[in-house]
């Protein structure tokens, strides 16, 4: 499950994360694996609904896949709107329909769709594998603090590991 992987989020983007061309490189290893091996892949695409957003809007280069990890004939593609992968799309009945029993996620941001869809994949009964090093996030504020992106990473794989998903880095997944 590939979410979010977006240009909006790289150099240039309207919402830039931290360390996105390191996470997407491990994403894309991980993608030609899975195609290698021909395993089914699944990429999830954010397109903003809200009038009020600055990034993701519709018709833009910012809301397309980035090439690092871009659909080819037999991936599928499913279209969100909020941070769950799940939330009014048709994921789960699509990830039943094909028998998926098992996930392994990367994606952006972490601390906002990867979380949320972790934790969704994890109450619908999926035995969810996050790879750490293939999921970037951003620089958060809270009450005139800045907490870095290395930080936020850290604090929501702590947070996800072991309750909702097992956390690897993307050589532990390439070797599984």
């Known amino acids: 499950l590939i979410v979010d992987i977006q240009n909006d989020y790289f150099a240039g983007g309207r919402m830039e994360l931290v360390g ?5 490189s491990n994403a894309a290893a991980l993608l030609a694996e899975f195609r290698r091996k021909g395993q089914q892949v699944f990429n999830i695409q954010h397109v903003s609904k809200s009038p009020t957003a600055s990034f993701f809007l519709p018709g833009t280069h910012g809301v ?10 037999g991936d599928t593609v499913v279209v969100k709107h909020f941070p769950n992968s799940f939330r009014e799309t048709g994921l789960l009945e699509l990830l039943r329909s094909v028998d998926v029993t098992e996930l392994i996620v990367v994606g952006m941001m972490t601390h906002m ?5 972790v934790r969704a994949a994890n109450d619908h009964g999926f035995k969810v594998t996050l790879v750490a090093d293939a999921c970037a996030t951003r620089d958060l504020e809270f009450n005139g603090a800045t907490v870095s992106a290395a930080d936020v990473q850290t604090s ?7 309750s909702f998903a097992t956390v690897i880095s993307t050589a532990e ?3 599984l």
């Open 64 to 73: 397309e896949i980035h090439s690092s990890v871009a659909p080819v004939a």
């Open 20 to 24: 996105s061309d390191a996470a997407a």
């Open 173 to 175: 997944a390439l070797a």
């Open 156 to 162: 929501y794989l702590a947070a996800i590991d072991g």
């Open 113 to 117: 769709c990867i979380d949320t869809t």
